[in-house]
């Protein structure tokens, strides 16, 4: 898992070839954190097909923001550095996110 910030988001994401999937969470967000084990296990399952990063938006809010995260939980994915697909909220569970990946791979 690439840990992104404003500082890096630009080349992990934006500037990024092939599919990157991105888990925005906070640390007052208890269902980001109970999924978080889960999108780690997609990581490795995925590994050479799709890169895998996380975004406190806690310490990033202006850019989620920027990037249209308006709730917890949101996964998106990114292709050549373009925003594809997201699931957010009741529908951030383990079985919508790896359809999701399966959908664009």
């Known amino acids: 898992m690439v840990v ?6 630009q080349a992990e994401v934006k500037e990024a070839k092939g599919l990157v999937l991105v888990d925005y969470w ?5 269902p980001c954190k109970a999924l978080m084990p ?3 296990a997609l ?3 995925y590994v050479g097909q799709v890169k895998f990063a996380e975004l406190d938006t806690g310490k990033a809010r202006r850019l989620a ?3 249209k995260v308006l709730g917890l939980p949101t996964i998106c994915l990114y ?9 957010t909220k ?11 990946v399966q959908r664009h791979l």
Not at 4 to 9: A, G, M, Q, R, T
Not at 26 to 30: A, G, K, L, M, T
């Open 38 to 40: 889960d999108v780690h």
């Open 4 to 9: 992104l910030d404003k500082e890096n988001f």
């Open 90 to 100: 009741d529908d951030a569970n383990i079985g919508n996110i790896e359809a999701m």
């Open 65 to 67: 923001i920027s990037e």
């Open 26 to 30: 906070s640390q007052s967000c208890e």
């Open 43 to 45: 990581a490795e399952k």
């Open 79 to 87: 292709k050549d550095g373009e925003k594809i697909d997201e699931v």
